[in-house]
């Protein structure tokens, strides 16, 4: 799988990226409270539940979303340029600005990856 940038998508042993992998979404969001460096850039989140996950300020640029669980999310504060979320359930899921709804739908019928408006 390729991210959107051509960069392969990361699943490595990051201590914040393992959180979200292990479902410790408190855990994740107590250590992003309290400053902790996080880089999931192109990171693959491929069928997780990632339900009441604090993604403001994150940068999620290139990930991909397949069947995850979005429902909830507030994802208007976080960057999701490149992300898919094909097939991924995002009822009750706040989006950024940037993002259209057609860009939005396209990505989760069709696993396009998600351009925002310039």
């Known amino acids: 799988m390729i991210a959107s940038n051509n960069a392969p998508l990361v699943k490595n042993d990051d201590v914040m990226y393992r959180l979200l992998r292990d479902g410790q979404i408190a855990e994740?969001?107590?250590k992003k409270a309290q400053g902790a460096k996080i880089d999931l850039v192109n990171c693959d989140?491929?069928?997780?539940?990632?339900?009441g996950?604090?993604?403001?300020?994150?940068?999620?640029?290139?990930?991909y979303f397949r069947q995850a669980d979005l429902r909830g999310v507030d994802l208007s504060k976080a960057r999701?340029?490149?992300a898919s979320i094909h097939a991924t359930k995002i009822a009750g899921a706040y989006f950024?600005?940037?993002l259209t709804a057609e860009?939005?739908?396209?990505s989760l019928l069709h696993g396009?990856?998600?351009?925002y408006i310039k």
């Open 28 to 30: 994740f969001n107590q």
């Open 45 to 51: 989140f491929r069928g997780l539940d990632l339900r």
């Open 53 to 63: 996950l604090d993604t403001q300020g994150l940068d999620l640029g290139g990930c």
């Open 80 to 82: 999701l340029e490149g």
């Open 96 to 98: 950024p600005a940037e």
């Open 103 to 106: 860009e939005i739908t396209l």
């Open 112 to 115: 396009t990856r998600m351009r």
